[in-house]
Structure formats: C-alpha cells, structure tokens
C-alpha cells in the first residue's frame, strides 16, 4: 500500500521531502509533480525500481528516460554540452522542456537509448521537484506518469493513489501540476531540434 504525502506546492516541508528522498534511496517509486504533469520517478541506479517503473507503462528498451536534476551543476556528470548547448539549456530552465543530449559513463546503460546512448536532461519549474532532486544530492530517474493507452498524463493524486497504490511506493500530493507533458528538444547536433511539442513554448528553437 502506497503512501500518500500532501507537500506545500510553494513551501514544500523538507521533513516530507526528507522523507520522500529516503523511500527513492532505499529502491522505492514515487509519483511527484513537475511542472508539465505529474511523474514516475526513482533512483537512476537502481535496476528494479526501472523495471518497476517499465511495468507500470509498458515501457521497452527503446524508451528515453530523463534524468531531472535540480540545477545546472549536474549537467555535465551525466550529459556531454558544449557551451553552445549550456547556453541553450541555462536560457530555458527551469522550464517545461526536455534536452535529449549525448550520456556520459555516469548514466547506467539500460537508462540508454539502445542504439543513440543519449539521455533527456530536464530541470523542472516545479518546487516540489527542484527539492527532491536538491535533498537527493543527483537527478531523480523519471518518466511522465502516462499510463498505457492514454493520451494525457494522470493529473488527480488521490486517482493515482487509488490505481497504482500496490505499484508504486509513494504519492506526492503537490495539486494540480498540468496535464501536458515537455516539450523534447534535440541538442546533439549544431542547431536545436523540437522531437516534441508539448507545454514548452517550442517556438524559441525555431
């Protein structure tokens, strides 16, 4: 039976967030808000919370996880940028967006594209997120919690609770987060490329 947390949207209670942290090290799954929706997240290191994740949403091998980090000093353990890709990230985030870029050896490989070995990067404009990640000391290993054949994103953490209460390890109730996942930005090669139009204004990229 999961938990269920209601977490201050602007002031989370760090007791909570310390908590919540505790559940992701010891090899839990959390449901968390962000700014674009709510989401499934746990410790990038740990293969069977992954795989728990991966059943939860029928996920194959071929799926992009995103690593969110709760500021840009994380960037470079986890993600090879070039100045002009910094200069790209830092100008949208926080912010509603995902940057697909080349992993660095930190990134287990089944957290991999199989064949690209690139990664999503994310920082979310979200408090309740930034101090998750901030408390956790690295990125929270993440996917939108997008249950199979939806088209939107679970919104109400009480439904949530109620769905996947035997599936995942806690809920974080941190209200209406949106409904819209990121928008997926491409920065492996010179110009940036808009994978996905989602609730980023993807119109900056052109």
Known sequence: ???LFQIHPVNPQS???QQAVDIIRSGGVIVYPTDSAY???CHLGDKKA???IKRIR??????NFT?????????STYAKVDNQAFR?????????????????????????HPKRRTIGIRIPDNPIALALADALGEPIMSTTLLMPGDDMPLTDPYEIRDLLQHEVDLVIDGGFCGMEATTVVSLLNELPEVIRQGAGDSSVFD
Do not use: W
């Open 58 to 63: 029928q996920l194959d091998d071929k799926h």
């Open 39 to 41: 989401a499934l997240g």
């Open 15 to 17: 007791r909570l967030i």
């Open 50 to 52: 992954v795989d728990r």
């Open 88 to 112: 790209a990230i830092k100008a949208h985030t926080p912010g509603q967006y995902t940057f697909i870029l080349n992993a660095t050896s930190e990134v287990p490989r089944r957290l991999l």
């Open 67 to 75: 690593l969110v980090c709760g500021d840009l000093s994380e960037l």
């Open 1 to 3: 039976m999961s938990q």
